[in-house]
């Protein structure tokens, strides 16, 4: 019935800044025969492949976050990295292409968005965040992907004492990632 293909594609959606995936809604009970249909009504518009944006729902300044979280069809890509960093506005990093982090399992068998950079890792339980319902490396695997990177000492100090001020990380956290990474206060 249409109008619960409807009800369910908005359920994924609202939960998701309004995005959602085709095996999200095949998993949901959704036909693609459903999805063709609401994107002929012009009701949802395919983003990607296998990635689908409702188009009554408001557009978010942190949609190509979700977007990129979805964008590996069957496992969800974590943000990491700087564009972690810029998620939780710590330090003064500003990416051009948005850093998702996929299972090292994880076969790509597309090409890779120009948007997107992509990093292998399997990221345990403790190192995983939602930031605003975005599925993100959280700040203290955030900082150590970035020193791995060489992302510069002076945006990883800026993140520490930003992270810190802005209570994302306790005093005893950021004076240990401080003394690990030999980051000196500048």
């Avoid at 949609?63 to 990295?81: C, D, F, K, N, R």
Wanted: hydrophobic share 40%; aromatic share 6%; charged share 20%.
């Amino acid at each position: 019935m249409p109008g619960e293909a409807y009800a369910t594609i908005y359920e994924l959606g609202a939960d998701q800044l309004g995005y959602f995936t085709a095996g999200q809604a095949r998993d949901a009970g959704v036909s693609s025969m459903a999805l063709v249909m609401m994107e002929r009504r012009e009701v949802v518009e395919r983003i990607s492949r296998g990635v689908y944006r409702l188009l009554h729902f408001p557009v978010s300044p942190l949609s190509q976050y979700m977007e990129a979280s979805l964008w590996p069809a069957g496992v969800t890509g974590i943000i990491s990295h700087e564009s972690a960093l810029a998620l939780y506005n710590i330090s003064d990093v500003n990416p051009a292409r948005v850093h998702i982090t996929v299972p090292n399992s994880f076969r790509i068998r597309r090409q890779i968005p120009r948007q997107l950079v992509v990093h292998r890792a399997d990221v345990p339980g403790e190192d995983q965040d939602f930031y605003e319902g975005i599925p993100v490396t959280s700040v203290t695997r955030t900082i150590r992907d970035c020193h791995a990177a060489h992302l510069g000492e002076a945006l990883l100090g800026r993140a520490l004492v930003d992270a810190e001020r802005s209570g994302l990380l306790k005093h005893q956290e950021a004076e240990q990632l401080r003394n690990d990474l030999q980051i000196y206060h500048s």
